[in-house]
């Protein structure tokens, strides 16, 4: 192969996440969810090599399945970008036995601005 297209594999290669590579053996998917009678929140939640994705979103929102070395903390924050409405944040954790599911529901303010904000946040791996 030629050097310069080798180099381009290369760096396609780097640039998947974690969210887009294959499973390992001490990984365990999760997959990020907001849901509530809210129109849009703000979001934001763990990637899993620890950088963290913000981004406005219309509801419901799940993201793509992520796998997360074992263990590893996981966690979403979602704000609500409207003057009402409810938001619910889940952290799906697939790689258990059983799915588990952690989340925060939130009705109105939880801050001390006009908007809710909800978290959720787990160690990926960890009973």
């Excluded at 030629?2 to 590579?21: N, Q, V, Y």
């Excluded at 390992?24 to 990637?47: D, I």
């Excluded at 963290?52 to 704000?79: K, Q």
Aim: positive net charge.
């Amino acid at each position: 192969m030629k050097p310069l297209r080798m180099l381009g594999w290369l760096a396609l290669a780097g640039a998947l996440s974690s969210c887009d590579r294959a499973r390992e053996s001490n990984t365990c998917s999760v997959q990020y969810r907001v849901t509530g009678t809210a129109r849009r929140a703000a979001v934001k939640y763990r990637l899993p090599q620890g950088t963290i994705e913000e981004r406005t979103v219309s509801l419901p929102f799940t993201t793509a399945r992520c796998w997360f070395h074992i263990p590893s903390p996981a966690s979403i924050e979602a704000r609500n970008m409207g003057a009402s409405g409810d938001l619910r944040v889940e952290i799906l954790v697939a790689g258990q036995p059983d799915p588990l599911v952690f989340g925060s529901h939130g009705i109105g303010s939880y801050t001390t601005n006009a908007y809710g904000i909800v978290r959720a946040n787990c160690d990926v791996g960890v009973r």
